[in-house]
């Protein structure tokens, strides 16, 4: 199982990026799939997971700013970014687990860990 995120950089407060996760070993489908992210002196929490057949569950602070969503046939995940806040700077990591229960939680802040994780990539929003 191999995760690979691409797509962070620097961008103004207001701004929008999107995030993309190459999967490779498995397939997406059948994954509980999710991003993460960790902000300096933060601890790490969940931002978004997707399951199965499509369910997203998004952490508060992000409702209605991000999107996320999987390009089945490429393998692919990724996290649409809009009106972006400083406070949303950190390193943000794609995950993937086998147990599609994950993904049917409804408070995301109780998803707990999961069981593949990618390298991250850097997420800054200047003010």
């Known amino acids: 199982v191999q995760l690979v995120e691409s797509g962070g950089g620097s961008v103004q407060a207001g701004g929008s990026l999107r995030l993309s996760c190459a999967a490779s070993?498995?397939?997406?489908?059948?994954?509980?799939m999710g991003w993460f992210r960790q902000a300096p002196g933060k601890e790490r929490e969940a931002v978004a997971t997707?399951?199965?057949?499509?369910?997203?569950n998004y952490e508060d602070s992000v409702k209605g700013r991000f999107t996320i969503s999987k390009d089945n046939n490429k393998n692919t995940l990724h996290l649409q970014m809009n009106s972006l806040k400083p406070e949303d700077t950190a390193v943000y990591y794609c995950?993937?687990?086998?147990?599609?229960?994950?993904?049917?939680?409804?408070?995301?802040?109780?998803?707990?860990?999961?069981?593949?994780w990618g390298r991250g990539t850097q997420v800054a929003v200047s003010s």
């Open positions: 995950v993937a687990d086998p147990v599609q229960k994950k993904c049917l939680i409804n408070t995301i802040k109780d998803v707990g860990d999961f069981g593949h």
């Open positions: 997707i399951g199965e057949i499509g369910t997203s």
């Open positions: 070993g498995f397939t997406i489908t059948t994954y509980c």
